[in-house]
């Protein structure tokens, strides 16, 4: 990690959050009901927020975060640029990525 990085679970997030800059949520909270691992009163307007989660795409953390300001990114990216590169890797050939990204939309 780069100088000033920190990480590290749920545990005191309330005390590193009001400084933060990008919070990544890499559990499936979210995925199977409505809950979050972060209370909204800990989100700001000054971090970028990206979930997972790609089912549903709009998770209550990043409908939570973009109410507080942050900017938010949806787990379906992170899923479709898995796809993408492993795609690239076993083709050998540049991914289709606006069709993939179509494609995995159209059935979230």
Not at 44 to 55: C, E, F, I, P, R
Not at 72 to 98: C, H, I, K, N, S
Not at 99 to 108: E, T, V, W
Request: hydrophobic share 45%.
């Amino acid at each position: 990690m780069g100088e000033g990085t920190t990480a590290g679970g749920l545990d005191g997030l309330a005390d590193r959050l009001p400084d933060a800059e990008l919070l990544v949520n890499a559990t499936s909270v979210g995925m199977d009901d409505d809950t979050t691992p972060v209370p909204a009163d800990h989100l700001h307007g000054g971090l970028a927020v990206l979930d997972a989660v790609y089912s549903p795409v709009e998770t209550r953390l990043l409908r939570d975060a973009a109410a507080a300001g942050a900017t938010t990114v949806d787990g379906a990216w992170m899923l479709l640029y898995q796809g993408v590169e492993a795609f690239e890797t076993w083709t050998g050939r540049e991914a289709p990525v606006a069709a993939m990204n179509r494609a995995l939309r159209s059935r979230l």
